[in-house]
């Protein structure tokens, strides 16, 4: 197997994004973070495939880049389901009983964190606080904040999301 | 009299009742000082009002920012050669100020960031801002390109000869990018590492040219101090330190929530009139001053004004002047099991105490919390919390910062550690 087909190549669109933040900045290396980003937003994830064709389009190695990619929180090195559920496990939250929300949490949807449900349709991970302590327990899917959440709620804000 | 004369930074966000737009803040007077810095005022007089104002850091260390901002000046004027970076990573457990700032009054941080660019002569600006933080990116995304339309950024702006380009950096997520030098290796697309100081970021930043970073709510305060004076500003803060500052409570209070008041309002006028007091059938036993990386402070601390001073006096820091209460149902262990399962997982990894020690610690606690406690565990801590709290031990503050509410904890509740491990199990737990 020639190396050409290990690499996935990227779409106009993601070329387009990442060339965009490139423009200002002073090399190519230095928008290996929001290419990760970029690249992610239409994948959900980054496969060993997209990290090497990301790699090669800043003319990076891919082990500096994973370095990158393996640091940051919010950066997938493992498929998500089409939906991300990220749970504030920090102090304000812990105050207001973040852990037993959390385990309220996992029974409903019936996975641990860092499992996705078998439909595919969640992922749940812990993420640190969120900045809107003022309302905990918070939680996140995707781009949409909750706050202060009750167990009574997870039916109906789950419905919401397919 | 507007509310704006004693809130500077949200009185605008009260009058209009949330979500502060361009024609909201251009009608209670928004940009008027960025036209007067530009127009009127050398970028040397900016910094010397500022630090006349005596504004201080609003991102947890408190350093004088016209100091800061001086350090820059200077050397070399090539144009554009210099960058100033607002630091809006916010990741300090319990602090919620920067967001609510950048979500409901984006203009006037932009206005800042124009005044303060002007001022050490950069012509690029990045906000470097949390990747959780979805509205706020599109608030801020949003008001830049309005400034840019308005001519307020871009070329020759007001018709002066400085120019401005100001563009978002949305992090990866990680504590640490919150930390200055480790934001830079961030900002240029690398692992969020700290750097090893000197040389200081104005001297060397971003890539390798003169750097101010600067935290949101100080950058916010700017505008004000250049339209009214560095006299009105001192005047606004209740004891020595000068402005206002935005406070924050969260916990079982009834209203938990951010209030912009004059520097050195006392804690218990926070608790008790704006955040009306503990929920019924608790009582406070504790309280974190500034974010998750501060001492606790207790009973006898509680009616003491909120300033840099003050609090560091206390023997705790006023940090993001965002306070985390512990009420008397939670279990000091356990909350310092919490905070050190933080500050473990969100080490960069680079030094060992700091690697290694933190994952120990909450080990230990986890320990204690579950009964498996034993003699010689609270010595143990108390070994472990010197030696990784030292700073000079690590690299960088993070270590110094996780340890500092595990210290006091270990002094003000040691009862608590001390029951755990001789009745081998937690009291707090209902069974
Ligand atoms: C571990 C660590 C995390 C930090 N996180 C933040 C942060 O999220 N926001 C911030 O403004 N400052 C943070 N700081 C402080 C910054 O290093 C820096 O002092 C600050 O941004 C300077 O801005 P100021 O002078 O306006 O306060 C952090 C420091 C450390 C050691
Ligand atoms: S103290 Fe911790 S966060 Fe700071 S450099 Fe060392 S390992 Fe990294
Ligand atoms: S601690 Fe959960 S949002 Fe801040």
Redesign the pocket.
């Known amino acids: 197997m020639s190396t050409v087909e290990l690499i996935s190549p990227l779409t106009d669109a993601e070329r387009n994004e990442i060339e965009a933040e490139v423009a200002h900045l002073p090399d190519r290396e230095s928008a290996a973070i929001d290419a990760l980003m970029i690249v992610q937003k239409h994948r959900g994830w980054i496969s060993d495939e997209s990290l090497r064709a990301i790699a090669k389009f800043l003319d990076m190695s891919a082990a500096t880049l994973d370095g990158i990619a393996t640091f940051y929180n919010l950066i997938h090195r493992q498929p998500v389901g089409r939906n991300v559920v990220m749970v504030c496990d920090s102090v304000s939250c812990y105050v207001m009983g973040a852990d037993s929300f959390a385990q309220k949490l996992q029974d409903h949807l019936g996975i641990k964190f860092g499992e996705t449900t078998r439909d595919d349709c969640f992922t749940l991970l812990p993420i640190v606080c969120l900045g809107a302590c003022d309302r905990a327990p918070t939680m996140l899917i995707n781009e949409d904040l909750f706050g202060p959440v009750t167990e009574d709620e997870l039916t109906e804000i789950f419905s919401r999301y397919s | 009299m507007s509310l704006q004369d004693t809130k500077p930074l949200i009185g605008r966000v009260q009058e209009v009742g949330g979500l502060v737009t361009l024609s909201d803040y251009e009608a209670g007077g928004g940009y008027t000082a960025a036209q007067k810095g530009l127009k009127q005022m050398t970028p040397s007089e900016i910094i010397d009002l500022v630090r006349e104002a005596n504004l ?8 004088p ?1 016209g100091v ?1 901002w001086g350090f820059a000046k200077g050397e070399p004027q090539t144009p554009g050669y210099k960058y100033l970076v ?7 457990p319990g ?1 919620f100020k ?1 967001r609510y700032l950048i979500e409901f009054n984006p203009h006037s941080l932009i206005e800042g960031m124009i005044l303060g660019a002007y001022a050490i002569g950069a012509e690029k600006a990045y906000v470097f801002l ?1 990747g959780e933080y979805h509205e706020p990116n599109r608030q801020l995304a949003r008001a830049i390109a309005e400034a840019r339309e308005k001519n307020y950024l871009g070329r020759s702006i007001f018709g002066s000869d400085f120019n401005l380009d100001l563009r978002i950096h949305l992090s990866g997520g990680r ?9 830079l290796n961030a900002l240029e697309g690398k692992r969020g590492q ?1 750097r090893y100081k000197p040389p200081f970021p104005p001297a060397s930043g971003a890539w390798g040219r003169p750097t101010i ?7 916010c305060n700017v505008p004000a101090i250049i339209q009214n004076g560095a006299q009105w500003y001192q005047d606004l803060g209740l004891t020595e330190d000068a402005g206002t500052k935005i406070y924050g409570i969260s916990g079982r209070v009834n209203k938990p929530g951010l209030w912009e008041l004059p520097m050195g309002t006392p804690i218990r006028e926070l608790v008790d009139d704006h955040a009306g007091g503990m929920r019924d059938g608790y009582k406070l036993r504790g309280i974190l001053p500034g974010g998750a ?1 501060t001492d606790y402070l207790v009973e006898e601390h509680f009616d003491l004004p909120m300033d840099y001073k003050t609090i560091q006096d206390a023997g705790s820091r006023m940090g ?1 002047g965002t306070m985390i209460l512990m009420d008397d149902s939670i279990c000091p262990v356990d909350m310092a099991r919490n905070l050190q399962h933080f500050f473990a997982q ?1 080490s960069c990894g680079f030094c060992t105490p700091c690697r290694e020690g933190l994952p120990w610690v909450e080990e230990l606690l986890a320990d204690i919390e579950n009964g498996n406690g034993k003699d010689g565990d609270l010595e143990l801590l108390d070994q472990n919390a010197l030696y990784i709290g030292a700073p000079g031990n690590t690299f ?3 270590a ?2 996780a340890i500092e509410p595990l210290q006091s904890a270990l002094k003000y509740f040691r009862d608590d550690f001390e029951h755990h491990i001789k009745h081998k199990s937690c009291p707090y737990r209902k069974s």
């Open positions: 201080r850091g609003r991102g947890g260390a408190g350093f920012t800061k607002c630091n809006g990573d916010e990741m300090e602090t920067d949390r504590y640490i990018c919150g930390e200055e030098t480790a934001l700290p970073v600067n935290n949101v709510e100080t950058l990386s993001t969100e960088c503050l993070h110094t910062g």
